[in-house]
Structure formats: C-alpha cells, structure tokens
C-alpha cells in the first residue's frame, strides 16, 4: 500500500504562482511513476505531467512551459511548480503513483487539493 497527501493548493491571481506537495508512505518500489492530474468541474480528469523514477518527466500541451514537476526521493516527496497561473488551471489537483509488478498494476491516488486561480 502506498498512501499520498498533496499540500499546497489555495487561492491564486491569473499569472501568479503555486507550488503542491505530495508526501508518500508505504511501500513504495521502482521503476514507477509519479504523477499529477487535475478536475475542473464537470470535466473529466486529466493529466498534468509524470516523472519517472530515473528522473524522465512529460507534460501536457496545456502546462509545458509553464509547470515543472520534480520529484526527491531520499525525503519520498512529488512537487508541482505552477507558474504565469491561468483561471482555466482552476480544479482539483491529484498525485498519483503507479508502477507494474509480476504482470500486476498497482495505481494509487491521493485525496485532493483544490486551486483556485482568479481572472
């Protein structure tokens, strides 16, 4: 079992800047696959960006250039730097852990945190 908690969500101004945190526990076993995805209301969740546990990170179209995501695996965190933020990036933000063992898919999701950003 792997349990994540995402920190760092809150209220922000459109072109200003977060940073979440997911702390992770548990047993936790490479290769994996860190991630975030985010729900706007009424939208189907989708993805923000992954790193791999040998230090390999894809974005979306929507947030290159804008997110970076990282990843410290001596303290077992994920975080997520949101920068020039954009109301359209307004929605429940999630981490996510996912890795493959003996033919098995092992995916875990955090609770939440919401961002709110203003126009």
């Known amino acids: 079992q792997v349990q994540l908690v995402e920190s760092g969500g809150g209220l922000a101004q459109a072109g200003g800047s977060l940073r979440l945190s997911c702390a992770a526990s548990?047993?936790?076993?490479?290769?994996?696959?860190m991630g975030w995805y985010r729900q706007a209301p009424g939208k189907q969740r989708e993805l923000v960006g992954t790193?791999?546990?040998?230090?390999?990170?894809g974005y979306s179209d929507s947030v290159k250039g804008r997110f970076a995501i990282a990843r410290d695996d001596a303290k077992n965190t994920v975080s997520l730097q949101m920068n020039s933020l954009r109301p359209e990036d307004t929605g429940v933000y999630y981490c996510?852990?996912?890795?493959?063992?003996?033919?098995?898919?092992?995916?875990?999701w955090g609770q939440g945190t919401q961002v709110t950003v203003s126009s």
């Open positions: 548990g047993t936790m076993v490479s290769p994996n696959i």
């Open positions: 996510n852990y996912k890795r493959v063992s003996r033919g098995l898919v092992y995916d875990y």
């Open positions: 790193i791999a546990s040998g230090g390999t990170a």
